[in-house]
């Protein structure tokens, strides 16, 4: 089992910055893509950033140019900096890995592992 904790959430003003973390734990294991979603009040969860295992970046158009995925170098610790942030931001965020996890000797197919989620929320 992989286990993300979330953190960096709260409230902000228009225009203003966040930057949520993402710390994944949980024995040994190997984590493909990555990615961080959104859902407000209302709507389905959608996706907004993406990292793949080989470093392609993928934005939604909403927050193309205003937010920043990035992970650490050991692939355990991903990253979201959000810049320019507006009302329409707020949501709860969730980041979610796709990875194996290792036991009986050999790695295990690929699955997909979702953070407890942080509230973002955008307001004057």
């Known amino acids: 089992q992989v286990q993300l904790v979330e953190s960096g959430g709260g409230l902000v003003q228009p225009g203003g910055s966040l930057r949520l973390s993402c710390a994944a734990s949980?024995?040994?294991?190997?984590?493909?893509?990555i990615g961080w979603y959104r859902q407000a009040p209302g709507n389905q969860r959608e996706s907004i950033a993406s990292?793949?295992?080989?470093?392609?970046?993928d934005y939604s158009d909403s927050v193309k140019g205003r937010f920043t995925i990035s992970r650490s170098s050991d692939k355990k610790t991903m990253y979201l900096r959000m810049n320019s942030l507006k009302f329409e931001d707020t949501a709860i965020y969730y980041c979610?890995?796709?990875?194996?996890?290792?036991?009986?000797?050999?790695?295990?197919?690929?699955?997909?592992?979702w953070g407890q989620g942080t509230q973002v929320t955008v307001s004057s």
């Open positions: 979610n890995v796709n990875a194996r996890t290792y036991s009986e000797g050999r790695y295990w197919a690929p699955v997909d592992y």
């Open positions: 949980g024995g040994t294991f190997v984590i493909d893509a």
């Open positions: 990292i793949t295992s080989g470093g392609t970046t």
